[in-house]
Antibody
Framework: EVQLVESGGILVQPGGSLRLSCVVS????????MHWVRQAPGKGLEWVSR????????NYADSVKGRFAISRDNSKNTLYLQMNSLRADDTAVYYC???????????WGQGTPVTVSS | QSALTQPASVSGSPGQSITISCTGS?????????VSWYQHHPGSAPKLLIY???KRPSGVSNRFSGSKSGNTASLTISGLQAEDEADYHC??????????FGGGTKLTVL
């Protein structure tokens, strides 16, 4: 069974940093591209970032470019999102998702909540 | 990277059919055959219903179908059931290795 479990979400002050983790199981992690997607309270989903299977290529939404960094450790079946210079509008539930090889996020985790507030 | 446009809410009675629209542009919805739809019960993981505009993953009920015309994609749910009450999100590949989602639609089964 494919499983993705996010963790690391907490309450953090504006300007602070946070690292989210996503541990996966049930599939060959090192063969799949992975994404982070977020949902702010009362809003729709927003694509955040994507990394290829070996970690050599990354893409970011304009809203997080230069502040967030996606990474992965294929030996630990874990995807990360390093979030710096956090702002109130980064408050959201953050989901990791697997890409199926055809530009579609096919499996998702249940998300981890991040609140940026003083 | 403007969000795709979805109605905020739709409703229908059990057994009826409903359609949710998702409007973008020629840079996203209309430019690729890469629209996907997700069902999301709050607190749970989003579930893929439709990919590639109109393809259904194995295990997804054939009551869910996708279509597209120009820059507007649609999700139709036939034979509405109580368990279909959820949020529905569309997503499109937008080129240059970026993706764009819609604002989400809350489906109420009356």
């Amino acid at each position: 069974e494919v499983q993705l479990v996010e963790s690391g979400g907490i309450l953090v002050q504006p300007g602070g940093s946070l690292r989210l983790s996503c541990v996966v199981s049930g599939f060959n992690f090192r063969s799949f591209w992975m994404h982070w997607v977020r949902q702010a309270p009362g809003k729709g989903l927003e694509w955040v970032s994507r990394m290829n299977s070996d970690g050599s290529d990354t893409n970011y939404a304009d809203s997080v470019k230069g502040r967030f960094a996606i990474s992965r450790d294929n030996s630990k079946n874990t995807l990360y999102l390093q979030m710096n210079s956090l702002r109130a509008d980064d408050t959201a539930v953050y989901y990791c998702a697997r890409e199926d090889g055809d530009y579609t996020q096919d499996y998702w985790g249940q998300g981890t909540p991040v609140t940026v507030s003083s | 990277q403007s969000a795709l446009t979805q109605p905020a809410s739709v409703s229908g009675s059990p057994g009826q059919s409903i359609t949710i629209s998702c409007t973008g542009s020629s840079s996203d919805v209309g430019g690729w055959h890469l629209v996907s739809w997700y069902q999301h019960h709050p607190g749970s993981a989003p579930k893929l219903l439709i990919y590639g505009d109109n393809k259904r993953p194995s295990g997804v009920s054939n009551r869910f179908s996708g279509s597209k015309s120009g820059n507007t994609a649609s999700l139709t749910i036939s034979g509405l059931q109580a368990e279909d009450e959820a949020d529905y999100h569309c997503c499109s590949y937008a080129g240059y290795d970026t993706w764009v989602f819609g604002g989400g639609t809350k489906l109420t089964v009356l």
